[in-house]
C-alpha cells in the first residue's frame, strides 16, 4: 500500500509562517489533499488538488507538491489554526485506494 | 447546506453486529458517490470503503482490514447511507465518519478524489 509520512508536530509562533510536510513515493504525479482537524471535531477540506481552496477557506493556507513532498503552508498563523492536519491521496493501485497521511500536529505558541 | 448527520453507533461485544446510518440532505444524494472514513481513539484517519452512484454502478470498496465483514449500501429513497458492521473486532473501535467521496456544488455532487463534506461522526466502541 503506499504510504504518506508527516511529521508527528509542527510549532509556530502567532504571525509566522508554518509549513507541514508529506512524503510519499513520486507524490507529485498525484493530487494531494489536506484536511484540518480541531479536537472533537469533523474534518475540514483546506486544500484540494495540491493547491486549491475550497469556498470559505482563507488564502492564509495554500499548497505545493513536487517530487516526493508535498507541502500545506500556513501563512500569518492565528491561535484558532491549531489542530491536526492530514494530508490525503487517492491511488487506484494501492489498498486501500484513499490513503491519509499520518497527521501533524499544530501548536501555535 | 449540505448536512450529513450518522446515527447507529454505541457499545457492542467482539463478533457483533452494528449497522450505522448517514442521513444526507442538502444536495441530490442519488447522484452523489458516498464513503465512510474512521479514527480510533487518538489516532489518525482512516478510509473504510466508498459506494458509487447507482448511475456509476453503485458498486463498492473496502479497505483490507474490513473487507468481508463490512457492507456499504444506500437508499437513494431515504436518501440514506448505511454501514453494515459483521464480526466485529476491538480494533474497530472509532469514530466512524460519513463523508462525500467529492464535492457538492449547487445542489449536485461530483465525484473527486478527496472528501468535501462530513458528518459529525457516531462512535462504536468494541469490547467485552
Known amino acids: 500500500s503506499y504510504v504518506l509520512t508527516q511529521p508527528p508536530s509542527v510549532s509556530v509562533a502567532p504571525g509566522q509562517t508554518a509549513r507541514i510536510t508529506c512524503g510519499g513515493n513520486?507524490?507529485?504525479?498525484?493530487?494531494v489533499h489536506w484536511y484540518q482537524q480541531k479536537p472533537g471535531q469533523a474534518p475540514v477540506l483546506v486544500v484540494y488538488d495540491d493547491s486549491d481552496r475550497p469556498s470559505g477557506i482563507p488564502e492564509r493556507f495554500s499548497g505545493s507538491n513536487s517530487g516526493n513532498t508535498a507541502t500545506l503552508t500556513i501563512s500569518r498563523v492565528e491561535a484558532g489554526d491549531e489542530a491536526d492536519y492530514y494530508c490525503?491521496?487517492?491511488?487506484?493501485?494501492?489498498?486501500?485506494?484513499?490513503?491519509f497521511g499520518t497527521g501533524t500536529k499544530v501548536t501555535v505558541l | 447546506e449540505v448536512q450529513l448527520v450518522e446515527s447507529g453507533g454505541g457499545l457492542v461485544k467482539p463478533g457483533g453486529s452494528l449497522r450505522l446510518s448517514c442521513a444526507a440532505s442538502?444536495?441530490?444524494?442519488?447522484?452523489?458517490?458516498m464513503s465512510w472514513v474512521r479514527q480510533a481513539p487518538g489516532k489518525g484517519l482512516e478510509w473504510v470503503g466508498r459506494i458509487k452512484s447507482k448511475t456509476d454502478g453503485g458498486t463498492t470498496d473496502y479497505a483490507a482490514p474490513v473487507k468481508g465483514r463490512f457492507t456499504i449500501s444506500r437508499d437513494d429513497s431515504k436518501n440514506t447511507l448505511y454501514l453494515q458492521m459483521n464480526s466485529l473486532k476491538t480494533e474497530d473501535t472509532a469514530v466512524y465518519y460519513c463523508?462525500?467521496?467529492?464535492?457538492?456544488?449547487?445542489?449536485?455532487?461530483?465525484?473527486?478524489?478527496?472528501?468535501?463534506?462530513w458528518g459529525q461522526g457516531t462512535l462504536v466502541t468494541v469490547s467485552s
Open positions: 442538502g444536495f441530490t444524494f442519488s447522484n452523489a458517490w
Open positions: 490525503q491521496v487517492w491511488d487506484s493501485s494501492s489498498d486501500p485506494h484513499y490513503v
Open positions: 513520486n507524490i507529485g504525479s498525484k493530487s
Open positions: 463523508t462525500t467521496a467529492g464535492y457538492c456544488s449547487g445542489g449536485s455532487c461530483y465525484r473527486a478524489e478527496y472528501f468535501q463534506h
